[in-house]
């Protein structure tokens, strides 16, 4: 199975800072992989697809980069909406099987 | 806009089989193009998934839980649905259904999410 691991686990920022949160994946997973986004009590949100395409209504300061193993998810300035947990998603797998990473949680320095 | 809608006991005895509703509304599961899915949240934790089915039937399931999951699909009802057996306490969780257009496109649409919580 391919496994995801996120860096930082947790980072605080504060408002208008630029944050940069890494996904490594365990072997190429080519440019199959997706951010999300999850606030406390609520379903995650899908950011990034396809590695650095920004989902319809995400706000542009959002990007991803990254192709094969390592991928990165950059918020260029924080709004305070933004602080959350943030997921990476690989769908590379044969069968379709996918996998999340454990996830990121940015909070307010 | 597509919606997704969980439904089910949010209580389920040891033992017993946990089974939910994911209703769809705002497009046809049976239009194709799409793999509806199962995805769950320990609580506090991280997310983790369970398995997908297509509007044919086809099914894909996460590896460790394959042994215990069932995942159909009704399209006369617009629904699908997932059955887990033999649960335990670490079943526990929140249970949500999600959209994939497949391939390299994420998860768009998820329902609430419904709490499961598995307990005598």
């Known amino acids: 199975d391919i496994q995801m691991t996120q860096s930082p686990s947790s980072l605080s920022a504060s408002v208008g800072d630029r944050v940069t949160i890494t996904c490594r994946a365990s072997?190429?997973?080519?440019?199959?992989l997706n951010w999300y986004q999850q606030k406390p009590g609520k379903a995650p949100k899908l950011l990034i697809y396809?590695?650095?395409s920004l989902q319809s209504g995400v706000p542009s300061r959002f990007s991803g980069s990254g192709s094969g193993t390592d991928f990165t998810l950059t918020i260029s300035s924080l709004q305070p909406e933004d602080f959350a947990t943030y997921y990476c998603?690989?769908?590379?797998?044969?069968?379709?099987?996918?996998?999340f990473g454990q996830g990121t949680k940015l909070e307010i320095k | 806009q597509v919606q997704l809608q969980e439904s089910g006991p949010g209580l389920v005895k040891p033992s017993q089989t946990l089974s939910l509703t994911c209703t769809v509304s705002g497009g046809s599961i049976s239009s194709g193009g799409y793999y509806w899915s199962w995805i769950r949240q320990h609580p506090g934790k991280g997310l983790e998934w369970i398995g997908y089915i297509y509007y044919s039937g086809s099914t894909y399931y996460n590896p460790s839980l394959k042994s215990r999951v069932t995942i159909s699909v009704d399209t006369s009802k617009n629904q699908f649905s997932l059955k887990l057996s033999s649960v335990t306490a670490a079943d526990t969780a929140v249970y949500y259904c999600a959209r994939a257009a497949g391939g390299n496109s994420g998860f768009d649409y998820w329902g609430q999410g419904t709490l499961v919580t598995v307990s005598s």
């Open positions: 998603q690989q769908s590379y797998s044969t069968l379709l099987k996918c996998s």
């Open positions: 396809a590695a650095s």
């Open positions: 072997q190429s997973i080519s440019s199959y």
